[in-house]
Each structure stands twice: as C-alpha cells, then as structure tokens.
C-alpha cells in the first residue's frame, strides 16, 4: 500500500483519488479551498441555485465507469441524470430559429432543413460522418491512452477527412474549422453553428484545427446530459464516493512546495510549515502553480508537447426572474453574435466592438428555483488575463482590467448587452429580472487557481500539437499532473479520464497503456 498525496479537489483530482483509494493505496487530497470539486461549484441567494461552472455533461460514460470500477453502487443512484431534449436552441445572426434533437442524426437533419432550408440537413449530416472518422481515429491515443512519447504523429497528421475543394484553380483541403464551415457546410448559419463549439471552449475557429470537428460530433454522438439540482451534484457524488474508499480529506491546506528525496517526489510540504510524506504525488493544478510548487524544476518529460495558445475565460451572468419557466422551452439556447469577424477579433485579436456570442441556460429543474421563478444563466467566453493568479485578485476591479479589451468601459456594460442579447431566447426578461449576480475571471481564479482565470481545452490533434496538453508523468519520478491542464485536457469527461490515466500508471506502472 502506498501513501498518495493529492494536491488539489478538483474532478481530475477526485476521479484519480477514487480509484487509487479502491486500488488499496492510503490517499489524501490537500486542497487550497474550503471545498470540493473545482469549477464546479453552486451559487445559492434568496431560494434560487446556480451552476457557476460547466452547467452540462457530455458523455457521461466517463463518470459511469468510474462508479462502477470504485464500487457496487452506480452512478444514476448517486445523481439523477436527465437527456437534455432539444440538446440545443440556435438564434442565428439574420433571425432565424432552429432546435436540434439530442442525440438523433435524422432528427438534426430534418430540423436543418426546416429551419434553414433544404439541403441544410443533408451538409451537416455528411460532416457528421466524417467527423466521426476524425474521432475514431482519435479516440483511443488521446483519450484513453498516456501521451505517446512520438506524440508528433498525434501533432502532424489531420485526422479530418476533409472534402476537396477547388479555389483558385487548385484543389484544397480544409485544414482548419472556419474552413471546413466555408467550404463544406457553406451557409453562414452552419459555420456558425460548427464553430460555436469551437468558441465554447475559447477556440479561435479560424486557426483551430479541422480535427476539432470531434466536439459537436462528441455531443450528437453521446447526447448532452443535465444533473438534478445542478452540476454540482455530481461533483458531491464523487466527493461522496471518495470518502467511502476511505480517503482523506484537508480543506484550507494550501500546498506550497513538492518534496523530493532520492531523486523522487517524497511528498508535499503546506503553508503552514508542515510536512506530508507520500511515496507519489498527484498535482491537479494549473502549469503555472506546479512551476511554483516544484521551485521552478523543469518537471515536464523529454520532447513535451509544445506551449499552448492563451486560454480564454468566461463571464457568467445569474438572473433570478419572477415568473415560470414557459412549457417546452429549451434548457439551452446560443444566441449567435450579430458580427463574426469583430468578436473573433475582440476576443482572439488585438481591438474589436465586443458583442459576442452568449448561451442561455434555462433548467427544467423545480430545485433551482423558488416556485413560480426561474434561475436563468448567461454565459460568454471573454480573453482571460495572463499573470493574474489567485493572490492578485484587488486588483482585479472591472473586467476591463481583467479582459484587457480597450473599448470596454467596465463590467457592467458588457453584462447589459448580454441581458439585451438574452432577450433574443427570454422575451420579456428585463421586466422579469429581480435581480442578477456576475461571476467574473477572477472568480474562476479564486476557485480554480488557474491564472487569468483560464479555462482549460480539450486536446485535440493537428494543428502541430498546440492542442496537446503535457503528459501526466512528468521527469520527478513519483509525480504525476492531473485535470485539465494536463493530458487530456479541459472538460468534465477529459477530466475523468485523465484520473483514470494516472490510477493505471501508479497502479500498473509505465507500462500501463489504457483500459482495453
């Protein structure tokens, strides 16, 4: 039995905790907060309950077999899951409407073709089929298995099959999402759809590879899924599940250097000047964190994956409305920015009018809100601020400061236009609005710890391997990384999986190469 000091509770952290309690190994998680699970916290004022982290689950798949490698009791007897129906309302740009099925090809293509004219339906359901090569090409060496040391092939090779395309007197293929909008989908509508997918992990489209036709085909695939009571509920069920394994837990303990003895990671050491010994340490944290926690010790493995482009950030808008929530309506919708060219360049650019895309979540869930009110949240993904990490947060005034957008005046302004752009999916909600609470970066800083209140991406291949993360063994031996900042990436399934990655290398070894 071997004693695992795990820094950070965070669903990476927790998943990889779980498994090696189960595994017979002794456990402990030391985590800086006074809580569990990382982003994926509640918000509670006057009755109402927010999400203000991820607020959907794709592919619950992962967090299943999680339930069932860590014990007899599965998870649908932990947390109710509900199949989101539509998965998604879309208000493009010119007006027009259209609500996706969850999970049904034929039903995509039938609503596309309503709602945007015929042939609609039929482009987007042969992208489909060829984004489901891109992903069962991918699937297994990005997901399921450690990082392959010649990584490179994972970074060179366009997994997308993408379509030939005459320009100019020569044939091409697209190389990168926007492309694969222009060229294969060929309507304004679906590019904007495709690349909302992008824009929803903080992706620039334009330079982001075609390989990322993976995420809306991960979604149709698997269906979108919604917690009871919230997202949070799942992060309580695997916290649950983890003290049933018996491991253990110290809230308010701040680690602030990794031990090595020998040559091998020997422990942590906390703010408090004490010390943990483990004969392994699992770090769920942030790049810049582990840089600190190691004494600035170059931690990643020989020929790592190259540095990744600026993450981006999200601002989060909580309204509590008088009033019930209208039969029917759909638990989320995507109002799509009225200019494409000027967000992509307020957000990935240097200048820009900042009017950006914004999704509006509107649970089925009586838990969320007193009766005869509805907890309606707004979201948009904004540049996060580099630098900025949780000790820097009074200087972190306005979101301008934050953002370092040079035509937004403060906060308030960009949280009225999304009110305004609301509107669109929520007629009638400013009359509704009792009252609303913002959730900037630096609440994600103050949770997470990741600086300037990044977010982290899924990897992805192509695109010269700027969308790998580093691999979850590093160069001390005995210290793994896990979550989404290391392979495989953001998200709540990557997170699953990356601790399931670290359980069966500590477990199995080196050696270990995935569950078949």
């Known amino acids: 039995m071997a004693r695992i000091a795990v820094i950070g509770a965070g669903m990476g952290a927790l998943t990889a905790a779980a498994r090696l309690a189960v595994a017979g190994h002794r456990v402990a998680v030391y985590e800086r907060t006074d809580t569990y699970g990382g982003a994926l916290r509640r918000f509670e004022r006057d009755g109402f309950s927010f999400d203000t982290g991820p607020a959907l689950l794709p592919l619950p798949a992962v967090y299943r077999d999680l339930f069932v490698k860590t014990g007899k009791e599965p998870l649908e007897s932990c947390v109710e899951l509900v199949q989101v129906d539509p998965s998604a309302r879309h208000v493009f740009a010119d007006g027009t409407e259209v609500s996706l099925p969850n999970a049904s090809r034929a039903g995509v293509v039938a609503a596309l073709d309503e709602g945007l004219g015929a042939g609609a339906g039929k482009r987007w359901g042969d992208f489909l089929v060829r984004a489901r090569e891109a992903w069962d090409r991918t699937r297994r060496p990005l997901l399921e298995e450690p990082l392959w040391p010649n990584w490179q092939v994972l970074a060179e090779r366009e997994p997308y099959p ?264 929520v007629p009638g909600l400013r009359e509704r609005l009792l009252w609303h609470e913002v959730r900037t970066p630096a609440d994600i800083v103050e949770t997470t710890g990741a600086e300037g209140g990044a977010v982290p991406v899924p990897a992805l291949a192509a695109g010269g391997g700027r969308l790998l993360h580093p691999s979850n063994t590093t160069r001390v031996p005995g210290l793994f990384t896990v979550g989404g900042w290391a392979h495989p990436g953001g998200g709540l399934p990557h997170a699953g999986m990356s601790g399931a990655l670290v359980a069966g290398l500590i477990v199995e070894g080196p050696e270990f190469r995935g569950s078949q």
């Open 162 to 425: 993408a379509v030939p395309h005459k320009r100019l007197l020569r044939t091409r293929r697209a190389g990168t999402l926007a492309e694969i909008g222009a060229w294969e989908l060929r309507d304004p509508r679906l590019a904007a759809l495709l690349e909302s997918h992008a824009l929803g992990h903080g992706l620039d489209p334009r330079v982001t590879p075609a390989s990322a036709a993976v995420l809306p085909y991960l979604e149709h695939a698997f269906g979108t899924w919604y917690v009871r009571g919230g997202l949070r509920e799942l992060a309580r069920a695997v916290y649950e599940r983890c003290l049933a394994r018996r491991v253990e837990f110290h809230f308010g303990a701040d680690v602030t250097g990794v031990l090595e003895k020998d040559g091998r990671a020997s422990g942590v050491e906390l703010a408090d000047g004490s010390v943990a010994e483990a004969d392994f340490v699992v770090a769920g944290v942030a790049p810049g964190a582990l840089a600190r926690l190691t004494a600035g010790t170059v931690v990643r493995g020989d020929g790592e994956v190259p540095p990744q482009p600026a993450a981006a950030s999200r601002l989060t808008l909580l309204l509590a409305l008088r009033g019930v929530r209208p039969e029917g309506t759909a638990h989320r919708t995507v109002v799509h920015t009225q200019d494409r060219e000027a967000e992509l360049e307020a957000l990935f650019g240097t200048a820009g009018d900042f009017r950006p895309t914004v999704t509006v979540l509107r649970p089925d869930d009586p838990r969320t809100a007193p009766a005869d009110h509805e907890a309606v949240t707004l979201t948009t993904v904004v540049p996060a601020r580099p630098g900025r990490t949780h000790a820097d947060l009074a200087d972190l005034a306005d979101l301008a400061d934050l953002a370092d957008l040079a035509d937004l005046a403060d906060l308030a302004d960009l949280a009225d236009h999304m009110i305004t752009v609301a509107e669109r999916a």
